[in-house]
């Protein structure tokens, strides 16, 4: 009921394990290729990072002087008349 295995040739056999250790090569290459431009935006984005928390920090710090303002603006008893 089994069929033999097909005897391939050669040439074919070469021509395969070629594309694939090439294929393997260009992939090693292009990923070291693009690990180091993403280190590069990593850096860039580490830097902005900070700037961009000392931003964050004023702003939340005047948004909850403004609300403790707004409370206690708003817990002032009025005086009747």
Do not use: C, N
């Not at 033999?4 to 250790?21: D, N, T």
């Amino acid at each position: 009921m089994s069929q033999a295995p097909v005897r391939v040739s050669p040439l074919i056999k070469f021509g395969r394990w070629s594309l694939l250790l090439v294929g393997v090569a260009y992939g090693a290459a292009h990923q070291s290729r693009l690990s180091k431009k993403e280190e590069k935006v990593r850096e860039i984005e580490a830097q902005q990072k900070a700037v961009r928390d000392v931003k964050l920090a004023e702003e939340k710090k005047r948004s909850a002087d403004a609300e403790a303002r707004a409370l206690a603006e708003l817990s002032k008893p009025t005086p009747k008349h």
